[in-house]
């Protein structure tokens, strides 16, 4: 079945600092790939995604590019400020086996900025 | 972005006892609606997709008739975990897409359940 791994936190790192979250995945089909974000109390929030190989998403200063042949949608950001730390989630739907809008998770990833 | 609430936000129940809880989408309709658990340090786990006016779809190994589904309207649904167990302790959060196959899914703000 599908399944995505991603790096284990908590990853600490000083502001201004460049992150990367490693993303690979397994999928029968044809997946769209997303990264989402969980600040403090609150719901889980789209950060960007990707429908097809080569694509790069982005937002907010983060990037992500689905590379098929790594099976690899690895999450970066240039320079990072306090008001990242959060939980990011690498997930992927699956038209093929998931009916496109079912979602499997990786465990997430806790980022900590530091000053 | 929609929005979906869920309410509520914690509960403590006694074993034994059932506990429902709500998800709802505020500014837009949604026919399914999707149900997670999430276990400390582990991914969020797909346990059912709820479909309005009709039974939902359970994942393989979820009890269906421990975690009750209803999708009455389009904008409410709610799992109700019935004869709570401590082992039933956990983070549950659903989510809605508002429109067809492969749109942006909008998150509840999650349930933290701690059954005693």
């Known amino acids: 079945g599908d399944s995505v791994t991603q790096m284990e936190g908590p990853v600490t790192l000083s502001e201004e600092a460049f992150l990367t979250i490693n993303c690979t995945y397994t999928?029968?089909?044809?997946?769209?790939l997303f990264w989402y974000v969980q600040y403090p109390g609150e719901g889980l929030q789209l950060l960007l995604k990707a429908t097809k190989a080569d694509d790069k998403g982005s937002n907010k200063g983060f990037e992500a590019t689905y590379r098929k042949e790594t099976t690899s949608f690895h999450l970066e950001k240039g320079s990072v400020q306090v008001s990242d730390s959060a939980v990011y989630f690498c997930a992927l739907s699956d038209q093929l086996t998931g009916g496109g809008n079912k979602l499997t998770f990786g465990t997430g990833t806790q980022l900590k900025v530091e000053l | 972005g929609a929005v979906v609430s869920q309410h509520p936000s914690r509960v403590i129940c006694k074993s034994g006892t059932s506990v429902k809880i709500e998800c709802r989408s505020l500014?837009?309709?949604?026919?399914?609606m999707f149900w997670y658990r999430q276990f400390p340090k582990q991914s969020l786990m797909l346990m059912a997709t709820s479909n309005e006016g009709s039974k939902a779809t359970y994942e393989q190994g979820v009890e269906k008739d421990k975690f009750l589904i209803n999708h009455a309207s389009l904008t409410l649904s709610t799992l109700t975990v019935t004869s709570a167990h401590p082992e039933d302790s956990s983070f549950y959060i659903c989510?809605?897409?508002?429109?067809?196959?492969?749109?942006?899914?909008?998150f509840g703000q999650g349930t933290r359940l701690t059954v005693v």
């Open positions: 989510s809605a897409n508002q429109g067809a196959v492969e749109t942006e899914a909008f």
């Open positions: 500014d837009f309709q949604a026919t399914t």
């Open positions: 999928a029968t089909g044809y997946p769209s």
